[in-house]
């Protein structure tokens, strides 16, 4: 006689004397990346929960990637181990931050967009009598101390308040401080040359042992604070925005949401600077700009 049960097709509605229902659910495999993807979801759903900030729609190979480093650095085996340390531990969450804010970022980089903006976007605001920028997800600071020499260089510093922010705190300490590796000038010095730079890039610094020390005339023009594009309403309206090479590392749903609110943060006919791989083309805004050099990711604001 054949038994009509198989391995795959066990009968799991199986009750005891009281009529509970005692079976276990048995998965059908043991899929790896299915776990960690559950164990993901738990881990940005305990930090939500927890502190508050919302890493649920990042860019899901991303956020794995940085997530795995994280755990590398602290000696774990599996992610879960991970979200206890960072549940119970408010340095090792601030670690996770720092994992997750770094991006590889240098003074003038895409020396090309910076020439544009000198070219194509200091005229406009030269017509402002004041001008506002925020520079989002400033990192270290490196392309904000950037945006400060150039617009020093355009006679627009006097000017000028730069808003400098980003999710981590260690960074914005980092960034305020405005010292960096003196090994780093060289190649600094000539991204400022291509971006077209107009002095010597050494004028701008004074070198201390193995540092270089950012000007404070440079740093007293920037105001650094903390701010979650994720959850944080915006603060002021601005002239221009600069939010590069950030968007890449959201989804869909999060990318709609930021361009949303740096949409609203923008005043009439104000400048929005992307990275060079992101764009308001698909955007459910991207009627309200126009181009001004899409090949570097400069548009701007319609009436």
Same mark, same amino acid.
């Given at each position: =006689?054949?038994?009509?049960?198989?391995?795959?097709?066990?009968?799991?509605?199986?009750?005891?004397?009281?009529?509970?229902?005692?079976?276990?659910?048995?998965?059908?495999?043991?899929?790896?990346?299915?776990?960690?993807?559950?164990?993901?979801?738990?881990?940005?759903?305990?930090?939500?929960?927890?502190?508050?900030?919302?890493?649920?729609?990042?860019?899901?190979?991303?956020?794995?990637?940085?997530?795995?480093?994280? =755990?590398?650095?602290?000696?774990?085996?599996?992610?879960?181990?991970?979200?206890?340390?960072?549940?119970?531990?408010?340095?090792?969450?601030?670690?996770?931050?720092?994992?997750?804010?770094?991006?590889?970022?240098? =003074?003038?980089?895409?020396?090309?967009?910076?020439?544009?903006?000198?070219?194509?976007?200091?005229?406009?605001?030269?017509?402002?009598?004041?001008?506002?920028?925020?520079?989002?997800?400033?990192?270290?600071?490196?392309?904000?101390?950037?945006?400060?020499?150039?617009?020093?260089?355009?006679?627009?510093?006097?000017?000028?308040?730069?808003?400098?922010?980003?999710?981590?705190?260690?960074?914005?300490?980092?960034?305020?401080?405005?010292?960096?590796?003196?090994?780093?000038?060289?190649?600094?010095?000539?991204?400022?040359?291509?971006?077209?730079?107009?002095?010597?890039?050494?004028?701008?610094?004074?070198?201390?042992?193995?540092?270089?020390?950012?000007?404070?005339?440079?740093?007293?023009?920037?105001?650094?604070?903390?701010?979650?594009?994720?959850?944080?309403?915006?603060?002021?309206?601005?002239?221009?925005?600069?939010?590069?090479?950030?968007?890449?590392?959201?989804?869909?749903?999060?990318?709609?949401?930021?361009?949303?609110?740096?949409?609203?943060?923008?005043?009439?006919?104000?400048?929005?600077?992307?990275?060079?791989?992101?764009?308001?083309?698909?955007?459910?805004?991207?009627?309200?700009?126009?181009?001004?050099?899409?090949?570097?990711?400069?548009?701007?604001?319609?009436?």
């Amino acid at each position: =006689m054949t038994s009509d049960v198989s391995d795959n097709n066990i009968d799991t509605n199986e009750s005891n004397a009281d009529g509970i229902n005692t079976s276990v659910a048995k998965p059908l495999k043991n899929d790896k990346e299915s776990l960690e993807n559950i164990e993901l979801d738990l881990l940005c759903e305990g930090i939500y929960r927890h502190y508050g900030f919302d890493f649920r729609n990042y860019a899901r190979s991303s956020l794995g990637r940085r997530t795995k480093n994280l =755990m590398e650095l602290e000696g774990v085996k599996s992610i879960s181990a991970l979200q206890d340390l960072v549940l119970h531990n408010s340095a090792v969450m601030e670690r996770f931050l720092l994992n997750l804010s770094i991006n590889v970022t240098s =003074m003038f980089r895409d020396p090309n967009m910076y020439a544009a903006f000198r070219e194509k976007v200091v005229p406009i605001l030269r017509t402002y009598p004041s001008i506002r920028i925020w520079h989002a997800g400033c990192a270290s600071g490196e392309e904000v101390y950037s945006l400060a020499i150039l617009m020093e260089e355009e006679h627009l510093g006097d000017k000028t308040k730069i808003y400098a922010t980003d999710i981590n705190e260690e960074l914005i300490k980092s960034a305020k401080a405005g010292i960096y590796p003196l090994s780093a000038m060289q190649e600094f010095s000539e991204n400022y040359m291509a971006a077209g730079g107009k002095r010597a890039f050494s004028e701008y610094y004074h070198a201390k042992y193995d540092s270089a020390i950012f000007s404070p005339h440079l740093r007293k023009r920037i105001v650094f604070s903390k701010h979650n594009l994720v959850s944080d309403s915006s603060f002021n309206e601005f002239n221009v925005i600069f939010c590069r090479n950030v968007l890449i590392y959201f989804n869909e749903t999060l990318t709609t949401q930021v361009h949303s609110l740096l949409h609203q943060s923008l005043c009439r006919f104000g400048i929005l600077v992307l990275g060079s791989n992101e764009t308001t083309e698909f955007s459910s805004i991207a009627k309200d700009y126009k181009a001004i050099d899409e090949s570097v990711s400069i548009f701007q604001r319609k009436a």
